[in-house]
């Protein structure tokens, strides 16, 4: 207790000093909780971004169609396995679809597109192309609806009701065909790629005109629990996969943001590293200064029989305190601004992240690692940081020390 | 009376070849238990440096200190330190108390590193702030203590951990006359009451008077040996 009374008194002796030596500490864990509150919050909307768009949690395709994307890889066995989809009662929705490269053609210009054929029913629940529809309607299942992006109806010169011609080639003879459609909705997901190549019409109608009457090349899957889709062994992925099909989460998928989402954990890991050095050597430095202040006690200290030992674990002592008031303040104030970035955000402007369009805010996420195991580091830095002041005052001769006093 | 500290042949020098200073020349007193003793001699006589090497501050170039039968060189710095703690008081010119603790933690501290518990501490500093006629300024800090206090305070201390021997540097010298004398008063009471062995390094002619042997030191020797 008397060790408590003196070190806590110790720490106060220079109020302005341990205050600022305080906010040092409390600072950096406020900037990591908020550093790492935005890089989870903009794994999220990443994260989000690809899988409740277009591509989904997870996919069932035929070997070989995610390389090649060959129209002739369509699933073995469709039914089979949506009717395995379905009992499933981890998955929260599922998109049946056809996927064909053709042309399109307008009255006024043509261009090349990738023909989404969708059941419009099961795609709400699956992505976000109904939300994306800025003009006209989402589809309804009336055959001839198509829906086009913004920019490629500005390069076909077309509005709502104009006639759109599809020209591809058949799946099952190889033959080119041609089909009309009246164009029912445009529609502005924001990465341009997208916006400019996409076309969306009903999985009927495309597996009519491309010859593949039954078949399918993908199944879109949203899960109950978004976790589940980043587990390789979930038992779904395991019963879908087979000789001829396979089912993959989002990150088998996209492989690419897997390594995004690693390189944004090495940031924030470095990030916590240089303000971890930062804060060691203000640490280092307010403890030394603590200690030449007091050095003539610790010296009359070692005088009267206190050990080297005990004058470390005082000094450890009085670190430990300053961490945990650090601690204390900057969790408070770091739950205070982690809250309000949560929901009011931090304006980012526009800006595509790889294919993933980050409009508007960044909203920060908040995780309870983020406030244990944090202040956890802090805590053990500045008794790191410590341990050199410690060993110091530790090895102080007396006769020296009480020179200075006299 | 038994020798409680033998120093044989002491020699401690200071600062490098060319500016070698010799504090101690081949020093050998015998101190008893209950003796209350001044060492005096002129500023550089080599006092102080006797005192920190009596009580293990410091380590001599040559010589031994037998302190209760044992030497101080044969311990390690642990074992010096537990030394320190168990059997020998230190009183300071300027009073070192520790300054973010009160008069009664000052005196609890050495308690604390004894490992001596709670009930018997408060039990101890309480006689021992009634010894020292400090009763009522306890929970006081050193600064709002006058110098006589606090070094009452040091004596206090000094006395907690029931040394053997108590070893005292200039402790008038920051003192008023009267106040440096009713601590005197303190501390042969305790000598004689307590047959404790007190060690003094001054140039006071009070703790000359009171003193019951002189040893007068000059360029780091032992000029004259005088027991009253």
Known sequence: MLTFKLAFRNLFRNTRRTILTSLLISSSLIVLILVDGLMLGMTSVMVGGITHTLEGEAQVVRKGFRNNSEVEYTIDDPASVISQIQVNKSVEGFGPRVIIGGMIASSYNTTGSLIYGVDAKQELKVSRISDAVIEGEYLSGEPREILIGKPMAELLEVELGDRLIITAATVDANEITQELFRLSGIFEFGPEEMDKNLVFINLDKAQSIFGMEGNLHQIALRFIDPEDSKNPELPLFKQLTNKENEALGWLDLQPSIGTMIEMTNYSTAIVGTILFLLTSLGVINSMFMSIYERIYEFGVAKAIGTTPWQIIQLVLFEALLLALLSCAFGLTIGYLLGDYFSSNGIPMGKMEVSGVLLDGNLYTRLALYQFVNFPIYVTLLTLAAAIYPATFASRIVPTEALQRAL | ?228
């Open chain 2, 1 to 228: 009376m038994t020798n409680l500290i033998e120093t044989r042949g002491l020699c401690r020098t200071f600062g490098s070849e060319e500016t070698k200073v010799t504090a101690l020349d081949h020093v050998s007193i015998n101190i008893e238990e209950g003796e209350f003793t001044a060492i005096i001699g002129p500023s550089g006589s080599g006092k102080t440096t006797l005192l920190h090497l009596i009580g293990g501050l410091d380590e001599p170039n040559g010589g031994s200190v037998t302190l209760s039968g044992s030497n101080i060189a044969d311990m390690s710095g642990n074992q010096l330190s537990d030394f320190r703690r168990d059997h020998i008081g230190f009183i300071f010119q300027a009073y070192n108390l520790i300054p973010v603790l009160s008069a009664e933690e000052n005196i609890e501290y050495i308690m604390l590193l004894q490992g001596v518990g709670a009930a018997e501490r408060r039990k101890r500093v309480k006689e021992m702030l009634a010894m020292v006629e400090l009763e009522g300024l306890g929970d006081r800090r050193p600064s709002h203590l006058s110098g006589g206090q606090q070094q009452r305070v040091a004596v206090a201390r000094a006395m907690a951990s029931n040394p053997d021997i108590i070893l005292a540097d200039e402790p008038t010298a920051n003192l008023d006359s009267k106040t440096g004398i009713s601590l005197l008063e303190v501390m042969r009471d305790l000598n004689q009451q307590r047959n404790m062995t007190f060690i003094f390094s001054t140039h006071d002619e009070k703790i000359m008077e009171r003193a019951t042997r002189l040893i007068y030191l000059r360029d780091g020797k032992v000029e004259r040996d005088e027991r009253k």
